[in-house]
Nanobody, 125 residues
Framework: QAQLVESGGGAVQAGSSLRLSCAVSGRSFSTYAMGWFRQSPGKEREFVATIWWNSGRTYCADSVKGRFIVSRDDAKNTVSLQMNSLKPEDTAVYYC??????????????????WGQGTQVTVSS
C-alpha cells in the first residue's frame, strides 16, 4: 500500500511563493503519473497539475499555468509543486495523488489511485 505525504503548505501573502512536496513510500508498483489537486471550502476538488513519471512531461490547469511548476525527483520518490505569484484564489487544501495505471490523461480524480492527506495553503491579500 502506497503512502503519500504532502508538506510545505502555509500562510503567505499574495505575490509570494510556496513549494509543496509529496513523498511517496511503500511503493511496489509502477507510477505512471503524479498529480496535484486542490479543494477550497464549498467547492469541488479541482485539478492543478500533473507530471508523467517516465517522460517528465507536465500539464497544468489554465488557472495556474505560468505560475505553478510541477517536477519530480526519481531518486527521492518525491514530486513537488512550485507555486509562484500566489493569489488569494489559490487558497485551498492541496492534495497529491498517484496514478498506477496507464490512462490517456491524468486530469480528473478518477484517473488517480492513491491520495495524500492534503496540506493547507492560505493566501491573504
Amino acid at each position: 500500500q502506497a503512502q503519500l505525504v504532502e508538506s510545505g503548505g502555509g500562510a503567505v501573502q499574495a505575490g509570494s511563493s510556496l513549494r509543496l512536496s509529496c513523498a511517496v513510500s511503500g511503493r511496489s508498483f509502477s507510477t505512471y503519473a503524479m498529480g496535484w489537486f486542490r479543494q477550497s471550502p464549498g467547492k469541488e476538488r479541482e485539478f492543478v497539475a500533473t507530471i508523467w513519471w517516465n517522460s517528465g512531461r507536465t500539464y497544468c490547469a489554465d488557472s495556474v499555468k505560468g505560475r505553478f511548476i510541477v517536477s519530480r525527483d526519481d531518486a527521492k520518490n518525491t514530486v513537488s509543486l512550485q507555486m509562484n505569484s500566489l493569489k488569494p484564489e489559490d487558497t485551498a487544501v492541496y492534495y497529491c495523488a498517484a496514478a498506477v495505471y496507464f490512462r490517456v490523461a491524468y486530469t480528473q480524480e478518477r484517473h488517480y489511485d492513491y491520495w495524500g492527506q492534503g496540506t493547507q495553503v492560505t493566501v491573504s491579500s
